[in-house]
């Protein structure tokens, strides 16, 4: 089924609308969340020395803005909710981006990398090939980048108020490949469980 420029809009609205209600809770629920693997799994493929030019797309209330900046890197968020923005900014002082998923207006080539945790699966499998070419074409020349989402069976709808995509290896291979990205690596969350108790899909990727 196609959605249409309606379809999306009201989709785009509901799901940043929940994350704007649930702002507060939302930071006191993840701030302690431990994604060091992930940042290990980006960082260590990025081909060039501290500092070096991260965006944190899906960045939240800025816990790994946060991070990033620790280590001595230029960190910059972006969220489609004004009110992760904001408090983004407050927390960190970055730079800090308000976009639609669905209307980005990127940089070209200005990142070492991209950390796309726990967001892109909230865009819609149509709109997905064109959104990972617009950060393939945010990405310098052999930048990575990392994505992590919950794991599925290449469906997509609601989950109340929120509206997400979820894809298996072979598929969300199939559309990195196809947006110009070369994998890197790939593994399932949380570590050291069995894989059926393992619903994140993390995997790290090189623009070529």
Known sequence: MKLDPQDLAHITATTVDHY?????DFREGTWDHDVSQNIAALLRHIEGNAPLQILDFGCGPGRD????????HIAVGLDGSER???????????EV?????LE???PAERFDGIFA?????????????????ELHGALK???????????????EGWNGSRYGSYHDLENWRELLDAAGFLELEHYYRPEGLPLAQQPWLASVWRKV
Do not use: D, I, W
């Open 84 to 94: 992760f923005a904001e408090m983004a900014r407050e927390e960190t002082g970055c």
């Open 65 to 72: 803005l946060k991070t990033f900046t620790a280590m001595g």
């Open 117 to 133: 945790n726990a967001v892109l699966f909230h865009v819609p499998r149509q709109e997905l090939p064109r959104v990972l070419r």
């Open 97 to 101: 981006l308000q976009q639609n998923f």
């Open 104 to 106: 980005l207006h990127l």
């Open 20 to 24: 704007n209600s649930v702002a507060e």
């Open 141 to 155: 020349p052999r930048g990575v980048l990392f994505s992590s989402n919950p794991r599925g069976e290449n469906k």
